[in-house]
T-cell receptor
């Protein structure tokens, strides 16, 4: 079965510290990977995506992620977080042949403290 | 370019009623997908429409239905509302119907509360 697992439901971190949000997926077919951010009472905003090519992808707001096919992971990282990064982060996977259907992880709540 | 718009933004209904939510995709986008977001189940795919045809459907009961018009605008309908249908309903639009990883743009959602 195809699934997405976000290993941490909550991640507290101090401002200017680095952070990593973990995401693993399970699939027997090719995948396309995405990270979205959701601020309170808003929709989802795309942070970055991996479609093919370089396994290290850079996104908006200083975020980056690395696709690791052997470990079926797509962890999100930022070297120095800001208070404004406090939000819910979702890892999502589109499976080859699935058209635009996204399978989402349960989300990770990032709380940045001063 | 205007983003994805969803109307209404908030809705309160009672059990047994039906509701229709609307989504206007970004101009030129032909694919519209719908998702339900709840604290317990997270984000779940409802269905996708492309060129007025439903081509993908999630695991939801038949009370949930949708359609797409020739201008790509989409509506979803939930009949015989249950308390568990209370959720944020998100719409996402994409330019093409390709099976590769096209970026989807999400609207702000419609918050449905069923009393």
């Amino acid at each position: 079965a195809q699934s997405v697992t976000q290993l941490d439901s909550q991640v507290p971190v101090f401002e200017e510290a680095p952070v990593e949000l973990r995401c693993n997926y399970s699939s027997s077919v090719s995948v396309y990977l995405f990270w979205y951010v959701q601020y309170p009472n808003q929709g989802l905003q795309l942070l970055l995506k991996y479609l093919s090519g370089s396994t290290l992808v850079k996104g908006i707001n200083g975020f980056e992620a690395e696709f690791n096919k052997s470990q079926t992971s797509f962890h999100l990282r930022k070297p120095s977080v800001h208070i404004s990064d406090t939000a819910e982060y979702f890892c999502a996977v589109r499976f080859s042949g699935g058209y635009n259907k996204l399978i989402f992880g349960a989300g990770t709540r990032l709380a940045v403290h001063p | 370019k205007a983003g994805v718009t969803q109307t209404p933004r908030y809705l309160i209904k009672t059990r047994g009623q039906q509701v229709t939510l609307s989504c206007s995709p970004i101009s030129g986008h032909r694919s519209v997908s719908w998702y339900q977001q709840t604290p317990g189940q997270g984000l779940q795919f409802l269905f996708e429409y492309f060129s007025e045809t439903q081509r993908n459907k999630g695991n939801f009961p038949g009370r949930f239905s949708g359609r797409q018009f020739s201008n790509s605008r989409s509506e979803m309908n939930v009949s015989t509302l249950e308390l568990g249908d209370s959720a944020l309903y998100l719409c996402a639009s994409s330019w093409t119907g390709s099976t590769t990883g096209n970026e989807q743009f999400f609207g702000p959602g419609t918050r449905l509360t069923v009393l």
